[in-house]
């Protein structure tokens, strides 16, 4: 689990393709610190599996599904990328509960600076704003950001200097892919609203009765 703070800027080293999956290589210092193989590393807000480390950094294999679901297959030699290393038991909660595991990706519509802060907007499919809510939490890019505002097309977060200082946000142009991971809480809550295959029959347990007791 991951809590999107974004613990240093890595560098691309490499990115090498198999086809439809590969291995990319990472210049990082900080959060190789500790780290041993077998260990989660979110790279760009992707829970990567570390599979080498070395005095550059770490490896870790990209699989098909990876590639399909995220920006990763767009990264170049020398691009910057969010690194966070898998929070420890013990461990400050400083975001909101992240999995590494995206939903999908995002296009930057618009970047306005808004006093300190700029604000981005972002496309995204339906699936995914359905579970987007203002004032709700996202993770962009392995980011965790609070959602400023959602309509039927898109949905718009603000970068205050600090995040867009220690993350690639800000580094980015209108036009730029981002990755999203909806907030894990909302993904359970509507899987288990959108199916009754676990309630019995003759259940009385419904909306109303949900409602009527102080349950909604």
Not at 13 to 34: F, L, P, R, Y
Not at 46 to 68: K, N, R, W
Not at 144 to 170: N, Q, W, Y
Request: charged share 20%; net charge negative; proline share 3%.
């Amino acid at each position: 689990m991951f809590t999107g703070i974004i613990e240093e800027l890595g560098t691309v080293k490499s990115v090498m393709s198999g086809g439809c999956s590969g291995e990319i290589k990472i210049n990082a210092a900080v959060v190789t610190e500790g780290t041993k193989i077998g260990d989660s590393i979110a790279v760009n807000g992707v829970c990567l599996t570390v599979t080498a480390i070395s005095t550059y950094g770490f490896s870790a294999d990209v699989m098909p599904e990876t590639l399909h679901r995220t920006s990763l297959g767009k990264l170049r030699p020398g691009d910057s990328v969010n690194l966070e290393r898998a929070m420890p038991a013990g461990g400050r909660f400083g975001g909101h509960i992240v999995t590494g595991h995206i939903d999908g990706t995002g296009m930057i519509r618009k970047i306005t600076r808004d006093e300190i802060a700029y604000r981005l907007n972002i496309s995204a499919p339906k699936t995914i704003l359905a579970l987007i809510m203002e004032k709700g939490s996202v993770c962009i890019d392995g980011v965790s950001l609070t959602v400023t505002d959602v309509d039927e097309s898109s949905f718009g977060v603000s970068i205050i200097p600090h995040t867009g200082a220690k993350t690639t946000l800000l580094k980015k142009s209108v036009g730029d892919t981002v990755n999203i991971e909806n907030d894990v809480v909302g993904k359970y809550v509507q899987r288990l609203l959108s199916n009754d295959f676990n309630k019995p029959e003759d259940s009385k347990i419904t909306f109303d009765f949900l409602s009527e007791h102080g349950f909604m």
